[in-house]
Nanobody, 114 residues
Framework: QVQLMESGGGWVQPGGSPRLSCAAS????????MGWYRQAPGKQRELVAV??????RNYAYSVKGRFTISRDDVKNTYLQMDSLKPEDTAVYYC?????????WGQGIQVTVSS
């Protein structure tokens, strides 16, 4: 089993630059993909960004150039969010995929409002 713990969300003004963190614990394998998804009220959960153990990154078109996903070891991943917009308001979920299984964090609210 894998447990994921997100941190760093909250209320942010438009144009702000918060950073989300996700720490994985439990049975951790060195081959994995970690990512961030988000779900806004009344909408489906959508991919925001992913990063593989090899460092390959992929981003949703809506955040490309504003958000940056990174990792510092096999357990921790981060989402640097710059130039936030009100439409970025959502619950952000950390995801880890390893051994063909998906694990999810509980989600963290990010609200962009003046």
């Amino acid at each position: 089993q894998v447990q994921l713990m997100e941190s760093g969300g909250g209320w942010v003004q438009p144009g702000g630059s918060p950073r989300l963190s996700c720490a994985a614990s439990g049975t951790i394998f060195s081959i994995y993909t970690m990512g961030w998804y988000r779900q806004a009220p009344g909408k489906q959960r959508e991919l925001v960004a992913v990063i593989t153990n090899g460092g390959f990154r992929n981003y949703a078109y809506s955040v490309k150039g504003r958000f940056t996903i990174s990792r510092d070891d096999v357990k921790n991943t981060y989402l640097q969010m710059d130039s936030l917009k009100p439409e970025d308001t959502a619950v952000y979920y950390c995801n880890r995929r390893q051994s063909e299984k998906d694990y999810w964090g509980q989600g963290i609210q990010v609200t962009v409002s003046s």
